[in-house]
């Protein structure tokens, strides 16, 4: 497996990420795109975050992707759901030139608040193949709240998310830019591309009915994994990733067949 950093400026924002290579097959590779959610905190300096599961799909044979979205890690700016979306966009952009990139086989893989990002996002864009939605809320308002939002700003400032005193130049617009984030309106416009719903039936920051309301507005193909007894932060849940790396080599794998059935019955000129 071979590790690259990377950055891409967007609308001034520099994001840094890394690039997952695996080495056990030939270019170009199926792509995972790995979409983290929204701090509640500073990290831990001991929590190496999404950098396991990049090197877990990078072994499967994926491409896998980590990124850090505005206002967080080692990116720049200030958060902003809207502009996360824009973010994304840039990062498909990237490896989208990159020859060694399966163009048929771009998946997102969300948690939390990137799962919505990534919904809303891939509803609007073909490059993207499927979708796993970790843990995904279905829209924003029960969490972001307008009558919280002072201190909602102050807390963000206080965990780094917004470092630049003036922002937001309009607190209501930012919020606006939140709840405008909707994957239950998305959804429906990823069928008939694969989607994965992930979520613990103890989630204690998404209620599990979010997962079910996503589900009951997703197009086919599209599945639904329940894990009991499990909680919010997905990514350290062993079941889950393997779910997810099940599904994400099973959609890969008969796409993969699916072309070369394509291949074998496309008449000669």
Known sequence: MEIRSFSVEVEGNRLAGEINLPTQVA????????????????????DPG???LAK??????FLSVIFNFRGCGESGGNIDLAGWCRDLRAILDMLYTRHDTDKSRMSLMGFSGGAAVSCVVAANDRRVSAVALMACPAEFSFLFKEEELTEMIARAREIGS???????GDPQAWLAGMYAVRAEEAIGLLSPRPVLIVHGTDDEVVPVEHARRLYARAGDP?????????HHRLRQVPEALQAAEDWLCRINDKSEKERESDVKNRPER
């Open 162 to 168: 917004i470092r630049d005193p003036g922002f937001p």
């Open 50 to 52: 999404y950098r396991p």
């Open 56 to 61: 877990r799909l990078a072994a499967a044979g």
């Open 27 to 46: 270019a170009p590779y199926p792509v995972v795109v790995i979409c983290h959610g929204i701090p509640s905190g500073r990290p831990a300096e001991n």
């Open 222 to 230: 599209r599945e639904f994994v329940l894990l009991d007894k499990t």
